[in-house]
Nanobody, 133 residues
Framework: VQLQASGGGLMQAGDYLTLSCAAS????????MGWFRQIPGKVREFVAG????????DYTHSVKGRFTISRDNAKNTVDLLMNSLKPEDTAVYFC???????????????????????????WGQGTLVTVSS
């Protein structure tokens, strides 16, 4: 599975931004899709994830209520709508795909709101989001 993320940019606090990730090379609906973010020198952090059917989503606490993840299985895309951006949202954002079995195994140890990068099998390149105050 190949993933291509896009949509990053320089924003101001309070703005909204949508990141998109296009997938190719696999049966998209079979994958749990996630968004992570990383600040230089820090661990890559789970932001949001969505089930293959799109009927359930998970969010890390700091973005819950502000960010919305969605997917279009007909277009093989997953989006992350980020509202009320804060300077602390500044990071490189990555999209990732996980086999269902990988998530099942991961959730035996981790809460679904804090999935580790190791639970994901495929990664796209990052897209930088910078939020100024």
């Amino acid at each position: 599975v190949q993933l291509q993320a896009s949509g990053g940019g320089l924003m101001q606090a309070g703005d909204y931004l949508t990141l998109s990730c296009a997938a190719s090379g696999g049966t998209f609906s079979r994958y749990y899709m996630g968004w992570f973010r990383q600040i230089p020198g820090k661990v890559r952090e789970f932001v949001a994830g969505i089930s293959g059917s799109g009927d359930s989503a998970d969010y890390t606490h700091s973005v819950k209520g502000r960010f919305t993840i969605s997917r279009d299985n007909a277009k093989n895309t997953v989006d992350l709508l980020m509202n009320s951006l804060k300077p602390e949202d500044t990071a490189v954002y990555f999209c990732a795909a996980a086999h269902t079995r990988s998530i099942t195994i991961a959730t035996k140890t981790f809460d679904s709101s804090s999935l580790p990068p190791s639970a994901f099998d495929y990664w796209g390149q990052g897209t930088l989001v910078t939020v100024s105050s």
